[in-house]
């Protein structure tokens, strides 16, 4: 309409901001892209659900440790008194546990399981391992055609000796089973490095290198092949370190957990097993070799403490002779008696500060108590000796001499009696730590988890489908709303027309019945998308009253925008309104509104143009009050015959019969043809789909219009989300009640 000053009849803003996706929009997006959502969900709930059957169970093993405060002697340490003491070192429940994950302690493990050798059945690649899980039974399993050399369930393989080379460390070999036990070892290029039988060493030199392999046991059929490799050692026990979890159950308790993962039930069963055996073992050594040592220790003493007892008896007794006996005073005999404990003790503290600077040192907390107490001892006895000195000399010297043998005699009793309870100590030795519960062959897998991993998936698919929806709308976002589009083009946006889930179906049923029409304004009057078809006819009579606006065409800039659907069902509209209209197909290239409308191909507008009559080519009634003009045949140049003067007749006489003329015309970026056709209507429309333009595709369509000297008069917004817009909100206003 090439004066229209009609405002649009709908106008539409959005209220939250225009780079603002609100979420009325976010699940419009989400309904259309409800294709994609339900392909991610299916991909990603397939691929947990592969992953959550035919993934390789990992399995759990724990056991359960006691730490002790004491010994664990009970009362034989009440009995032993203070020497029992001596090695009651009370390590800390940290300290235990980090004994358990040394170096020595695992390293044993690894050791006596052989756990630095790895073999294994070759199993076939991706269905080996489920078919031996699901399928196979316990005996040897056949194998398929073919696939002779693959395991297929009940091989056993036990490698107890695997020496190579430090450079062939963790490089792959190939056991090749035969008969009776029999084996071939090969390298990764498949030269063979020896020949051996199960049960009995089996060794040979490459070079100057050797290898040595003892296999235990093999149960396999002969072609079988293992997969044998030598860890590093310092490499396996940093990995069963890292991954042997320890950690007491509650702050203070004492009981320690230990727990291992693993694929191998049995394995990781008979590694924590060992691990907490050994561990025990090592801390009834630790304890037996300290009550050792201490016994050496009092070994040493007793024959000096043995000659000085002699001696100093000797000595009393020439004292007797030279004097005869002495009767001390009472008081000397209780000087006497207090000199002796004092001096028992020094002794006793000196040989027990002995013993703890040999596992400590001398900055010590027991160490320096043991010296603050002899100092303390020592100032007492030199008080006594200053008492013994106020004596007569006679009894100075009987005193003396009678301490001298007293204390002799208690510290060589005290130590044979100490050595006496230490070979008790150590022959009941127990440590302070105990296995309270080992491990057993767990029956059920703890990954993966089946239930949790379905579940995951499907809520990871239904987030990835939504993300995939979203994130393409963002990045391929074009024009959402009339505000947009009029920024765009500098003219108006007539109406919004809605998307509608009826023509959807409709174009569905096509496959079904292609002689069925798809009008949505005939099929389903009330939908949403006719309402806005209703709005833009009252914009356009209100133009035609006044200006006698009778030729309209909707073009738009690419195919696949809804330019044909606006079209027939604006035409639709309009007839049904009481109007003469005639719906003209223009693309003679790749239209197809006979098939919309359910029609068979017939002559069109290429035969009216090459010289058919009007009357010839005109469907008439094709919906009440609604001819049609089809496309017709397919000419080789569609541009020339819109050049041709009986084209533009065309127009003359269709205004003589008809109210409105509606064309709708190939898409603009595609072909010239819109430009051509364009000159001869009252009223252009732009159609654009919401969503899928960007500004400058739709400045480069409005460009060459305007070159073609076709005045464009406004545009619609078209497949916009039902909820989407503002008028989305109303859009079962009206329609009838369930």
């Known amino acids: ?417 100490s050595t006496q309870q230490l070979r008790v100590l150590r022959a009941g030795q127990l440590g302070n730590v105990r296995t309270v519960d080992y491990a057993v062959v767990p029956e059920k897998a703890v990954a993966p988890k089946k239930a949790l991993t379905l579940a995951l998936s499907l809520v990871l698919g239904l987030l990835a489908g939504c993300g995939l929806a979203l994130g393409r709308r963002m990045l391929s976002r074009g024009l959402e709303t009339p505000a947009e589009v009029e920024a765009a083009i500098d003219l108006p946006v007539y109406a919004l027309i809605s998307h509608s889930d009826r023509q959807a179906s409709l174009d569905a049923s096509r496959e079904r019945d292609p002689a069925k029409p798809r009008v949505l304004a005939s099929a389903s009057p009330n939908d949403i998308a006719i309402e806005g078809l209703r709005s833009l006819r009252t914009a356009l009579q209100f133009g035609v009253l006044r200006k006698r606006n009778k030729i309209v065409m909707f073009t738009g800039a690419r195919p696949g925008i809804g330019k044909s659907f606006i079209s027939v069902n604006f035409a639709s509209v309009l007839a049904a309104g009481g109007e003469r209209v005639l719906l003209l197909d223009a693309d003679m290239r790749r239209g197809d509104l006979q098939g919309v409308l359910g029609l068979a191909r017939a002559s069109g507008l290429a035969e009216l143009i090459g010289g058919a009559s009007l009357q010839s080519v005109i469907r008439r009634g094709v919906l009440p009050g609604l001819d049609v003009i089809t496309g017709g045949g397919t000419p080789d140049l569609p541009s020339e015959l819109l050049l041709s003067g009986r084209f533009e007749q065309l127009f003359e006489e269709l205004r003589t019969l008809y109210d409105f003329v509606i064309i709708d015309s190939p898409p603009v970026l595609a072909v010239t043809d819109a430009g051509l056709i364009g000159r001869h209507a009252d009223a252009t429309l732009l159609v654009v789909r919401h969503g899928c333009h960007t500004a400058a595709e739709l400045g480069q369509t409005m460009r060459q219009l305007t070159s073609a000297g076709v005045s464009v008069d406004g545009a619609l917004l078209t497949d916009t989300p039902s909820r989407g817009m503002s008028y989305g909100a109303f859009s079962q206003y009206g329609s009838p009640k369930s």
């Open 1 to 417: 309409m090439k004066d229209i000053q009609v405002k649009p009849s709908q106008t539409y803003s959005d209220t939250t901001g225009d780079d603002e996706i609100r979420l009325f929009e976010i699940l419009g997006v989400l309904r259309e892209s409800r294709g994609l959502i339900a392909a991610a969900t299916a991909c990603t709930f397939l691929i947990g659900s592969l992953y959550a059957f035919l993934a390789t169970p990992t399995y759990r093993a724990d056991a359960l440790i006691q730490v002790d405060d004491d010994s664990g002697t009970g009362s034989l340490n009440d009995k032993l008194g203070d020497l029992a003491a001596l090695f009651q070192n009370k390590a800390s429940t940290d300290a235990e546990i980090e004994l358990m994950r040394s170096r020595a302690v695992i390293g044993d493990a690894v050791a006596r399981l052989h756990l630095d050798i790895d073999a294994k059945p070759r199993y076939a690649p991706l269905v080996g391992k489920p078919f031996v899980r699901f399928l196979a039974g316990d005996g040897l399993t056949g194998a398929p055609p073919g696939l002779g050399g693959y395991a297929w369930g009940g091989e056993r393989i036990a490698v107890s000796k695997f020496d190579v080379p430090a450079r062939w460390h963790g490089k792959p070999f190939t056991l090749i089973a035969g008969d009776a036990g029999r084996y071939e070892l090969q390298s990764a290029d498949g030269a063979t490095i020896l020949r051996g039988t199960a049960g009995q060493p089996a060794s040979a030199r490459t070079g100057n290198d050797s290898v040595e392999l003892t296999v235990t046991s093999l149960r396999a059929r002969p072609g079988t092949r293992f997969d044998v490799t030598r860890l590093s050692t310092q490499r396996t026990i940093a990995d069963l370190q890292q991954g042997l979890k320890i950690a007491e159950k509650t702050k203070q308790s004492g009981i320690v957990g230990m727990t291992l993962d693993g694929a191998d039930a049995e394995s990781i069963t008979q590694t924590v097993n060992t691990i907490a055996t050994l561990y025990v073992q090592r801390n009834v050594d630790r304890k037996s070799a300290q009550a050792q040592q201490m016994l050496a220790f009092l070994g040493d003493q007793l024959p000096q403490l043995r000659a000085d007892l002699d001696q100093a008896e000797a000595r009393y007794n020439e004292f007797r002779a030279q004097h005869g006996a002495v009767d001390l005073e009472e008081q000397s005999k209780l000087l006497l008696q207090t000199v002796v404990e004092n001096k028992t003790k020094i002794i006793e503290l000196q040989q027990q500060r002995v013993d703890l600077v040999q596992r400590y040192t001398a900055l010590h907390p027991s160490v320096t108590a043991v010296d603050a107490r002899i100092a303390e001892l020592r100032r007492q006895s030199d008080t006594y000796e200053r008492q013994i000195g106020e004596l007569p000399s006679v009894q100075q010297d009987a005193v003396r001499l009678l301490r001298d043998v007293r204390v002799s005699n208690d510290l060589y009793t005290s130590l044979l009696n």
